[in-house]
């Protein structure tokens, strides 16, 4: 049996769930999340607690029973406290600013590079060198977040660039100069 599929999901006060076949839609204070799950997977409802079941071992259905169980759990995180993702922008004269809906960063190079905020995503800049995504779905935060670093990747010399908060960036030593005999 599946550790994580076979751990209960509790559903908190003020959210609703409901299941339509294998389309599952998740309403609470944050908003709402609909999701297309396996048609496989069986949802138990008992009181304000669901359990998934699986209804077979084959292969499969062991592979999905935890997929499905932390589909379904991040859903309802989502729509309870959301998620968020923060980066750091690191570098001489790299700074980043919020214009309407935008996301403006000058970050080395020769034009200003614009994002838009995608739908269900919103950016906050508290600082000139700090981003934070916000939103109710775990996988387009964590995909936008990833977007945002890819324009300018730490780089392992100076570390200049863009990064997650906490992320790690491992430094190379330099060229040293020639030796001559």
């Known amino acids: 049996m599946s550790r994580i599929g076979r751990m209960p999901i509790t559903v908190p006060a003020g959210v609703e769930v409901k299941f339509d076949a294998n389309k599952v839609t998740v309403k609470g204070p ?25 209804p ?7 592979s999905l029973h935890g997929l499905t169980r ?31 809906k935008n996301l403006v960063m000058n970050i080395g190079y020769s034009h200003q590079v614009i994002m838009p905020e995608k739908e269900g995503i919103t950016i906050e800049v508290p600082s000139p060198n700090k981003i934070v995504v916000q939103g ?3 996988q387009t935060v964590g995909q936008f977040a990833a977007e945002i670093r890819e324009k300018r990747p730490p780089e392992p010399y100076k570390g200049k660039g863009i990064r997650y908060a906490g992320e790690v960036v491992r430094r190379k ?3 040293t100069g020639s030796k001559k005999k």
């Open 30 to 54: 944050k908003g709402e999340a609909t999701q297309q799950l396996h048609p496989d997977m069986i949802f138990e409802m008992d009181g304000n607690v669901i359990h998934v079941k699986r």
């Open 70 to 100: 932390t589909l379904l759990n991040n859903m309802i995180v989502g729509v309870t406290q959301g998620y968020q993702k923060e980066l750091e922008v690191n570098g001489v004269g790299y700074r980043v600013a919020k214009d309407g």
């Open 56 to 62: 077979s071992e084959d292969k499969l259905h062991k």
């Open 173 to 175: 030593e330099g060229k």
């Open 136 to 138: 109710i779905d775990k």
